[in-house]
């Protein structure tokens, strides 16, 4: 079973129309019939103008989203296993990953991306894939935490913000991992099968 996932540091539906990463993440199914895709919006706290961006964005695919609460339904794995594509969104990593931690969604979408569900993310969703995150803990700081490990190392979004490269490269000076990804706004990645395929810049 082919496994994809396809990390966005920045721009994507959020941030422009028609944007060229979300054509090309809908091009790695290549399936000609309309793609179930699924909007996560975890880390922004399901707020409903980043859900109803994506719906405008994907309106010619059989779109819809998941919410905090869908996470208790008796049968979410089997919801999201019937997708082609899950999308997550932007914001608060580690509330994310708690959230999802608590729910055990953690443990579901890894089972989809073994049985072939796209993964793909911006931002927060981008790094959540990895085995740690380095990201914000408040305003002024920043910390490691667990990812969900599907994908070896780290990456960091954003590092063309200097607050957060410098916080970054600073961290990564005693990391023995030689997997750190570091990308800039326009930079995207494409992992198959959990190896490096493709660098996107756009």
């Not at 979408?109 to 931002?123: D, F, Q, T």
């Not at 790094?127 to 990201?135: A, I, K």
């Not at 780290?154 to 570091?182: G, I, M, V």
Request: charged share 30%; net charge neutral; glycine share 6%.
């Amino acid at each position: 079973m082919e496994r994809n996932i396809l990390a966005i540091s920045g721009g994507g539906f959020s941030k422009e129309e028609k944007a060229y990463i979300d054509e090309y993440l809908l091009k790695i199914s290549r399936k000609e019939k309309k793609l179930k895709i699924a909007f996560i919006a975890t880390a922004s706290d399901d707020t409903q103008e980043y859900i109803n961006k994506f719906y405008e964005t994907f309106k010619t695919e059989q779109a819809s989203h998941i919410t905090i609460q869908d996470f208790e339904s008796t049968n979410i794995q089997e919801i999201i296993n019937s997708l082609d594509i899950v999308y997550v969104g932007g914001g608060n990593t580690q509330y994310m990953l708690r959230t999802w931690q608590r729910a055990h969604f953690d443990a579901v979408l890894r089972n989809a991306y073994r049985n072939g569900v796209i993964l793909a993310g911006i931002s927060a969703g981008a790094m959540c894939w990895f085995d740690t995150c380095f990201s914000e803990k408040n305003g002024e700081e920043y910390e490691e935490f667990k990812g969900l490990g599907i994908l070896k190392g780290t990456l960091c979004p954003h590092y063309n913000d200097e607050k957060r490269r410098k916080a970054f490269d600073h961290w990564a000076k005693a990391q023995k991992d030689s997997n750190l990804y570091t990308l800039d706004d326009n930079v995207n990645l494409h992992f198959r099968n959990e190896k490096l395929i493709a660098r996107i810049i756009v």
